[in-house]
């Protein structure tokens, strides 16, 4: 168990429709990243936040956001989805601040699948 | 810009067979390499990391060196079992101000008895 959670672990809609994906950190690390894995793209990283700020974009679609709230806990939204944004998400989250060697620890993932 | 590119796979090896998974990267500067190791339906584990030229990342009997002159950190193992039937992702991760990770795309690991 990494100390990293993720809810909800499985998620089925449709196309056209918003979803929001959450993610809890380790006790006390400060940032969280999130990743899609997908059968086509592979792992990619998607955006990244410090304390609350946001640190760092990827290749992140302008349909998704996302934001890390005061008690560090972080949402992804996901909206207007269509049949490519099926995938797994991952949220990962470290200690200290981004410029540091510190490991990331990666949570479950989110299964979503867009029919 | 920076990327990293493992052997395509899958790699399908007998218990207590030598293992090699090759990984090479583009980057500019010196980044910090990691291996990840993923078991079914499962999230990403670091297996191990090496954060400067020939530094020899090791763990579970995993070892990888980080080789600049090649831009090389294959990850090797002198006798697998199956238990180590997972998918294996090298990432790097800039220097900077971000600490995002960029994978490659993964091989996957079968171990037969």
């Known amino acids: 168990d990494s100390g990293v959670t993720q809810t909800p672990k499985h998620l089925i809609t449709a196309t056209g429709q918003r979803v929001t994906l959450r993610c809890s950190p380790r006790?006390?690390?400060?940032?969280v990243y999130w990743y899609q894995q997908s059968l086509d793209q592979g792992l990619q990283f998607l955006i990244q936040y410090y304390n609350g700020e946001e640190r760092a974009k990827g290749n992140i679609l302008e349909r998704f956001s996302a934001q890390q709230f005061p008690d560090l806990h972080s949402e992804l939204n996901l909206s207007s989805l269509e049949l490519g944004d099926s995938a797994l998400y991952f949220c990962?989250?470290?200690?200290?601040?981004?410029?540091?060697?510190?490991?990331?620890?990666f949570g479950p993932g989110t299964r979503l699948t867009v029919l | 810009g920076n990327s990293v590119t493992q052997m395509e796979g899958p790699v399908t090896l007998s218990e207590e067979a030598f293992l090699t998974i090759n990984c090479t990267y583009t980057a500019t500067g010196y980044p910090s390499l990691f291996w990840y190791v993923q078991y079914p339906g499962e999230g990403l584990q670091l297996l191990l990391k090496a954060t400067k030229a020939d530094d020899k990342g090791s763990n579970k009997g995993f070892e990888a060196t980080y080789r600049k002159e090649t831009t090389s950190f294959h990850l090797e193992k002198g006798s697998v079992q199956v238990s180590d039937s997972a998918v294996y992702f090298c990432?790097?991760?800039?220097?900077?101000?971000?600490?995002?990770?960029?994978f490659g795309q993964g091989t996957t690991l079968q171990v037969k008895p």
């Open positions: 990962a989250s470290s200690a200290g601040a981004p410029s540091s060697y510190n490991e990331q620890f």
């Open positions: 990432a790097l991760k800039e220097r900077g101000n971000t600490g995002k990770l960029i």
């Open positions: 006790s006390g690390d400060l940032s």
